[in-house]
């Protein structure tokens, strides 16, 4: 069974452009998470998705930071315009809730270097 | 709160030796405990998990133990190997009522060095 899928894996990019990040979850999984890892540190959720629906945003810097989750399948994350301070480690993962199941599975993360 | 400590913030253990960390949480309401590993330049990976009607699981060399009266659970490690090194995460999650249920809520990570 294939893994989250993300890309690009490394962006570097200057402060004030936009970045968009790109996540494929596991097959048949409704939700979808995406979570924010600072260096040293535990991930930190910044939304979830149940199919199509944004379930959960309260942690989600809306003045710069949007994502989309069309026909409930792949999602993308954007960043317009991005700060020095959204260098971090971008996650995304998939869980199958409707199976009664917790578990949530990481993908490998976009890195991005904001200069 | 939703807030989870976790402590050390390093640990050394020499090949074979027990290694052991500890996490405590504040959220009575959180009613998942899983543990994550996570290798440099990859995303975490699921390790093992508890639910708070158990007080220990084991699976292989790794076991949880859980405290509910406490609020604390630890990770043991047996007959650590090199390969085990890495940064293990403690999480919780609360899985029933209102828009925060499965936000996975993290500790602050361990890097676990196990010598040969």
């Known amino acids: 069974e294939a893994g989250v899928v993300q890309s690009p894996r490394y962006k570097i990019i200057e402060k004030k452009q936009p970045v968009a990040f790109w996540c494929n979850p596991i097959s048949g999984h409704n939700t979808l998470y995406w979570y924010r890892q600072n260096l040293g540190q535990g991930p930190e959720l910044l939304i979830r998705?149940?199919?199509?629906?944004?379930?959960?945003d309260s942690q989600l810097p809306k003045d710069r930071f949007s994502a989309e989750r069309l026909k409930g399948v792949d999602s993308t994350l954007k960043i317009q315009p991005a700060e020095l301070g959204d260098s971090a480690v971008y996650l995304c993962?998939?869980?199958?809730?409707?199976?009664?199941?917790?578990?949530?599975?990481f993908g490998p993360g976009t890195r991005l270097t904001v200069t | 709160q939703q807030q989870v400590k976790q402590s050390p913030q390093s640990l050394i253990v020499q090949k074979g030796g027990i290694s052991i960390i500890n996490c405590a949480y504040e959220n009575t309401a959180f009613d998942y405990f899983p543990w994550y590993q996570q290798f440099p330049g990859k995303g975490p990976a699921l390790l093992i998990a508890?639910?708070?009607?158990?007080s220990e699981k084991k699976e292989g060399r790794f076991t949880i133990s859980f405290n509910k009266s406490a609020k604390q659970f630890s990770l043991h490690i047996m007959d650590s190997q090199p390969g085990d090194s890495a940064t293990y995460f403690c999480?919780?999650?609360?899985?029933?009522?209102?828009?925060?249920?499965?936000?996975?809520?993290f500790g602050q990570g361990t890097i676990l060095t196990v010598h040969p």
């Open positions: 993962a998939s869980s199958p809730r409707t199976s009664g199941s917790y578990e949530q599975y």
């Open positions: 999480a919780a999650s609360k899985n029933a009522g209102g828009t925060s249920y499965g936000k996975l809520t």
């Open positions: 998705y149940e199919n199509e629906e944004a379930v959960d």
């Open positions: 508890i639910r708070p009607d158990v």
